[in-house]
């Protein structure tokens, strides 16, 4: 089975400040992977999609790799600001008819 | 663009008590999916349908149950409610897994008591 790991369970960084959250799956043999992004009592909205064949997607200041022999994804955002301050979770969806979820990065941007 | 739909938003149960989460998408997808999501344990699959008329287990059904009459609706039935069932449900579609986004409705908070 699957299992999705995302290290640390939170950060927190100053206003300004590049940083990388992590992802890590145990099966390399996925279609995709996604990072979402979850504010406080809402649900996820999809941030960046990867495809298998692919190893690099990115959105404005968000850049998200992907490794999959290794079974590694990081999620890379820029100029980090107050407004980022969510939970980031990452998804893969591999053969076996699902997704597969980490328990999420809870990132804290100061001012 | 309302996307995924979830109703109620919140609700408080008592043991053994019944009821439906609505879901409803707009966006003409085969595949929904109900997940619930608890503090420290992230995201697990209950059920989902691959196309109206077709739905089958995740990881975590036992006390529940779905039907898929239509594309668009996907309810999830709380049936004889636990203290266990206590949890945030979240109902999500796709076009197709293999190459597309997952899109989540805002999620329904259950409290059984």
Redesign the interface.
């Given at each position: 089975k699957q299992e999705v790991t995302q290290i640390p369970a939170a950060l927190s960084v100053p206003e300004g400040e590049n940083l990388v959250l992590n992802c890590s799956f145990t099966d390399s043999a996925i279609y995709n992977l996604q990072w979402f992004r979850q504010d406080p009592g809402k649900g996820l909205t999809s941030l960046l999609l990867i495809q298998s064949s692919q190893r690099e997607q990115t959105s404005g200041r968000l850049n998200a790799s992907l490794d999959k022999s290794s079974g590694r994804s990081t999620l890379y955002i820029a100029a980090s600001q107050p407004g980022d301050s969510a939970t980031y979770l990452c998804a893969v969806w591999d053969t076996g008819n699902q997704f597969y979820f980490g328990t999420g990065t809870s990132l804290t941007v100061i001012p | 663009n309302a996307g995924?739909t979830q109703t109620p938003k919140f609700r408080i149960l008592k043991i053994g008590q019944s009821m439906t989460l609505q879901c409803t998408q707009d966006m003409n997808h085969n595949y929904m999916?109900w997940?619930r999501q608890d503090p420290?344990?992230?995201?697990k699959?209950i059920y989902?349908s691959v196309g109206a008329g077709i739905t089958d287990k995740?990881?975590v059904p036992n006390g529940y149950n779905v039907s898929r009459s239509t594309t668009e609706d996907f309810p999830l039935r709380l049936e004889l409610a636990a203290p266990s069932q206590t949890s945030v449900y979240?109902c999500?579609s796709s076009r197709n897994?293999?190459?597309?986004?997952?899109?989540?409705?805002?999620?329904s908070r259950l409290t059984v008591l």
């Open positions: - | 995924v999916y997940y420290g344990m992230g995201l699959l989902y995740g990881e979240f999500a897994p293999n190459t597309g986004e997952l899109f989540f409705g805002e999620g």
